[in-house]
């Protein structure tokens, strides 16, 4: 009989260690559920105030554990999503912010007044070649102008002076705006129409003003879409 007690014991210890386990775990998980609804609630607000909508916001917390990190007021990572968003009238397919270093004051998820501060933000905003074409026609008035993406890289048209190009073309950022270098064009068109063309893309293309104020740090293909990569510098969302 004795010996059936200290294993009755142990197997209620170890029952009750599992469900202690769960249940914190499940405060874990609801706390950081109130956290990211919040949270998201004040992106949308401060990306109202960079003219940025969406049809959808959501924030994920990571990092190991919610509720130590919010002991600390600190957290290692926050993703942050947009879906289908739009930035001063220029619709983008997806915009995802990572968050590091993310300071949260514990007084914000009683919905008191507070900021959220970030120490690095990382934005990816992706595009379609349509709409990066419309915002090449309105930098550089080369009227009729297209974009695609063919076997991974972005391939433009357009008649000039009465002339059809079809062409490679390669965007990269300098000092803040797109540049876009045509590949190698026919023989078989004018020098004054690949000149007049070359001249008229020179200039690059003045992007709107980023969601959050982000600074443009780099442009890339990604699948059918183009990828807009920027950094944001002491980001901070008000309750």
Known sequence: MSSRRPRRWLRRLVVTLVVLAVLAIVVDRAAAYVAENQLASMAEKEAKQYDVRSAGTSVKIGGFGFLPQLVNEDFSKVTLTMEKPTFSGVPGEDLKVELRNVHVPRSLLTQQSGAVTVDATDLRLQLSPREL??????????????????????????????ISIDVPITPQVKDGRVALTLGQLSDSIPSYVQSAIRSQLASGITIPELPFGAQLTGISVVDNSVVLTAVVKDLKFNA
């Open 133 to 162: 074409a419309r915002l090449a026609v309105r930098s550089t008035g080369l009227e009729g102008l297209s974009m695609s993406v063919v076997n991974g890289q972005l391939q433009a048209k357009a008649t000039v002076r009465g």
